[in-house]
């Protein structure tokens, strides 16, 4: 039997554990650090195997994911580079692509590094809250490098189709960071930028759906978060900018009174959004 090594159940790590369990001839082993999540992650029967002693379970391991927060990725690039079976796969899960391929350098020729970015997650975190459907229905980015193999890069696919994902996209670290940057990152910074409004409190109970829609990830996990976004910085610094770019636009047409434009601009916006909807 085969093995694939999950190291960290989190909530990404701990959902992968629980719903890669069973796949084609593959044991699923967890490897963590913590007594308190072995205790949880036991009580869950989140793997097949669980252990504490991470370099032997990378060093059996035919498939190891990498699951922490970018620079706790970072640190197991380092740490373990050495004790990854020759032949083997590393994968991670972590939302920034470049930062961690420029990481996976460390590692020999003999081991396949390629990027992975499952795009589910919740405002918890913990194994306690892993999921087993967390990923159905969820894009599966890949990050390969040009000598990965087409055996591996299969292997992967197969991996989320088993998941329940919805498709598979390759690109490059710079595209996939980028595109984060528009679609998840600077929401968040949305999200966390309305709720330092002073009146925030004042508004308690008054709170419309498109209120608690746009300010639900505020809630975040400021440890992760802080990693994520200052680890894409010039990414995320340009939506930033294009963002306030058309908050200003919007600003001006409005003092200037101008309901005319306000119509054209929001018509436009609208069908954008419709467009996309439909697509």
Known sequence: MKQITI????LIGGSLALA?????DYEVVGAVRSDETMRIAAARGAADRLTKDIKAAVQTADVTILCAPPQGIVALLQEYKDDFKPGSLVTDVCGIKTAVMEAAKVLPASVDFIGGHPMAGRETSGMAHAEKEMFRGAHYLLTPEKTSTPEHIALLRRMAMYLGCRDVVETTPLQHDELIAYTSQVMHIMAVAVCDDPDLFSCRGFEGNS????????????????????MNVDALCKMIRRLEENLKSYREVLEAGDTKRLAEKLTYSANRKRQMNLE
């Open 211 to 230: 209120f608690r829609d746009c300010t639900r990830v505020a809630a975040l996990d400021v440890p992760l978060w802080t990693q994520l976004f200052s």
């Open 7 to 10: 190291v960290g159940l989190g």
């Open 20 to 24: 890669l369990r069973g796949f084609e």
